[in-house]
């Protein structure tokens, strides 16, 4: 596929068929990344959101028929709940102050976001997504929409709940293991798509957990990288070239050095993919 208008590369992209429901494949969005703020591309598929990320070993290339794709990574796009997407945009729209519940702003109005024109692409799916965690108020035809902290907390308790019992059924350590830590590691999992203000304190107070032990055992604390805004080869892939390239100053390649045979975690052979600067 092409990755962006105007930029003339292919990329290997493992998504679900879009031409299988008879629909075109959707958009490709650049979206603020809910906990850091940085620029991440997100997938649009027959209404349904997904998060890319990418994985490249030192070496490699895709045939693709009779054309050979240089580009060796491998893209994916994994489902997200468009909550955790629209948290930071519906929290700053209804600028809150103190104890004032903030404003009731339009759908088309929360979703304008400077410099990010792909949240209006989220117009579609925004209402029935955001009902669950917002104050709606009806005025003729128009609706309102506020955030409400309570109901975003009843939804993130339910996702640790739902989560917890999911990562049980996963894996057997999990099955054995005492009930206050699985629940630290399903928070923990939820802390790479939460602020730790005022979402991930508010969370771990409701839970009474510790705040400092669910972020460290984040993911993102350590096995995610997201890729800088600007650049798709770093972290991931520039630091494996530089690994596997390396080359003595008269110019010849130095001795590779051994590496390890043994298995790794899924997790640290993805990053989220970042849209190039036009």
Avoid at 28 to 44: F, I, Q, V
Wanted: some cysteine; hydrophobic content about 35%; aromatic content about 8%.
């Amino acid at each position: 596929m092409v990755w962006f208008d105007g930029v003339d590369e292919i990329r290997l992209l493992v998504a679900p068929d879009s031409g299988a429901s008879g629909s075109e494949m959707g958009p490709l969005l650049s979206l603020r990344h809910p906990k850091s703020g940085s620029r991440t591309c997100y997938h649009l598929n027959g209404g349904t959101l997904h998060e890319l990320q990418w994985f490249k070993r030192s070496y490699g290339s895709w045939f693709l028929g009779d054309y050979v794709c240089e580009d060796g990574r491998l893209y994916t796009a994994t489902p997200i709940d468009p909550v955790f997407v629209l948290l930071p945009v519906f929290e700053e729209a209804r600028m809150k102050k103190g104890d004032n519940p903030g404003k009731l702003r339009l759908l088309d109005e929360i979703l304008s976001v400077d410099g990010y024109p792909g949240y209006q692409n989220l117009m579609s799916i925004a209402e029935s997504s955001m009902r669950v965690v917002c104050e709606i108020k009806e005025i003729g035809s128009s609706k309102f929409f506020r955030l409400d902290d309570a109901k975003v907390l009843t939804w993130l308790h339910y996702k640790v709940l739902q989560l917890k019992d999911t990562l049980r059924t996963l894996d057997k350590n999990y099955a054995v293991q005492n009930d206050k830590d699985t629940l630290i590691d399903a928070v923990s999992i939820l802390a790479e798509y939460l602020k730790e203000e005022p979402w991930l304190e508010l969370l771990c107070n409701h839970l009474k957990l510790d705040l400092q032990e669910a972020i460290l055992k984040a993911p993102g604390s350590g096995k995610f990288q997201s890729a800088e805004e600007g650049s798709l080869d770093y972290p991931c892939a520039t630091q494996a070239k530089s690994a596997g390239e390396k080359r003595t100053r008269s110019g010849k390649q130095a001795k590779k050095e051994k590496v390890e045979t043994n298995s790794q975690n899924i997790k640290d052979m993805f990053c989220r993919a970042s849209r190039k600067k036009s």
